[in-house]
């Protein structure tokens, strides 16, 4: 069954695409394309981005700058991503806003509840910028805490790989992957790394399911917010 409502997180890296740092907008076109297949199925989309392609709040830390100033400029990166990511959607004639955790009116609408929530009824597919707004916690935090509070039903994840596997499948050639994940295992395995432990964490304590999965493939996005199995499901 589809789901109503969906929250797609997306990292930095995969905004990158086949360059090293910045935005591709070749792909931000095809994902909108691909989010399009979502919101025509009537499934309404909220996209939290991180900003890994252009700044890291946790790398940055020392020498000098405080990981509260490292933090900050990480959510910066995230606001870049988030205006260049809506720009590229509404080009394609996918209609999106982008909304900031972070005060910054020149350059994107605060968030605010009621404004996403406005937003995501008149069909327009809402791209979060600025994490939690707060440092000390990562954009994976804040896209389950984002998900919780715009009442969507599901997480997805987007990976460089296609679930959660027993081993790393880069350094194992026998790892297997795994469909279905409990949050206690997905918690207390260290060995499980696709999402930090205070989001996994967040989701277990409101039974708030996460599909971690390849958003890089065609029809996967669809699928995933179609409620077909793609991906681990942790739940």
Same mark, same amino acid.
């Given at each position: ?36 297949? $979502? ?63 972070? #005060?910054?009116?020149q350059v ?13 009824? #008149?069909?327009?597919? $809402?791209? $979060? ?32 790989v296609d ?30 790394? $696709? ?38 499901k942790i739940?």
């Amino acid at each position: 069954m589809a789901y109503k409502r969906v929250l797609l997180k997306l990292s930095g890296e995969q905004l990158a695409g086949k360059y090293d740092g910045g935005i591709d907008a070749e792909l931000g076109a095809w994902l909108a394309n691909e989010v399009a297949k $979502v919101t025509a199925a009537g499934t309404q989309v909220v996209i939290m981005v991180g900003g890994g392609n252009y700044a890291r709040g946790a790398q940055l830390a020392g020498h000098g700058i405080g990981r509260v100033t490292a933090d900050n400029i990480g959510m910066l990166a995230t606001m870049m991503n988030a205006i260049a990511l809506a720009d590229v959607f509404n080009h394609v004639d996918i209609t999106a806003r982008a909304l900031t955790n972070i #005060k910054a009116d020149q350059v994107a609408d605060q968030f605010t509840h009621r404004r996403a929530v406005s937003d995501l009824n #008149k069909g327009r597919v $809402v791209i $979060v910028a600025g994490g939690i707004g707060r440092p000390y916690l990562t954009t994976d935090t804040a896209a389950v805490s984002l998900a919780l509070e715009l009442d969507c039903e599901v997480v997805l994840k987007a990976t460089k790989v296609d679930g959660v596997y027993s081993a790393d499948p880069a350094h194992n050639p026998d790892a297997l992957k795994v469909e279905n994940v409990s949050f206690q295992q997905a918690v207390e395995d260290n060995a499980i790394k $696709v999402m930090d432990k205070a989001a996994l964490g967040l989701a277990m304590e409101h039974d708030l399911p996460i599909v971690i999965f390849d958003a890089m493939q065609e029809n996967n996005i669809a699928q995933a917010a179609g409620g077909k199995p793609v991906g681990t499901k942790i739940s």
